[in-house]
């Protein structure tokens, strides 16, 4: 420990003790990197969700596209994808081409991310999306 002061005249003041331990010093070290770590945990479990949702995703557009296979419309495809999302925003669910026996349907899904505090604004925008192609049968 140093013992800083000031000496005005004959009296001498005690301004203030500078403590320059290594456990003081690791004290502040750690209370500096504690909310880094914080932010990187939640940036790491950002990505893991987002694999986990686009995952679901796939899952969602199989059993989407499974139904439209059989019957051919928006209200059936979006039913079996209601089905199976879990807790999974859905934005769209679409179905492109023809539609009568023998025809090719793109079955489209478009959802958005689970957000994580902290990390999730960077994900605000993303969007994740799985296009399946099947052949309607009849």
Do not use: W, Y
């Not at 949702?53 to 796939?58: E, G, I, R, S």
């Not at 928006?74 to 081409?97: I, Y």
Request: glycine share 6%; proline share 4%; no cysteine.
């Amino acid at each position: 420990s140093v013992l800083v002061h000031n000496r005005s005249g004959d009296m001498t003041q005690v301004i203030g003790v500078v403590n320059r331990s290594p456990r003081a010093q690791a004290t502040v070290e750690t209370a500096i990197m504690i909310p880094i770590l914080i932010l990187l945990l939640a940036a790491l479990v950002q990505v893991v969700v987002v694999v986990r949702d686009q995952v679901q995703v796939v899952r969602v557009t199989s059993a989407a596209a499974r139904a439209v296979m059989v019957e051919p419309d928006e209200q059936t495809a979006r039913a079996a994808a209601d089905a199976v999302r879990g807790d999974l925003e859905l934005e769209k669910v679409e179905l492109r081409g023809g539609r009568a026996p023998g025809d090719h349907v793109d079955v489209s899904v478009v959802a958005r991310p689970q957000q994580v505090r902290l990390v999730g604004v960077a994900i605000s925008r993303m969007r994740l999306s799985e296009r399946l192609t099947v052949r309607v049968e009849g």
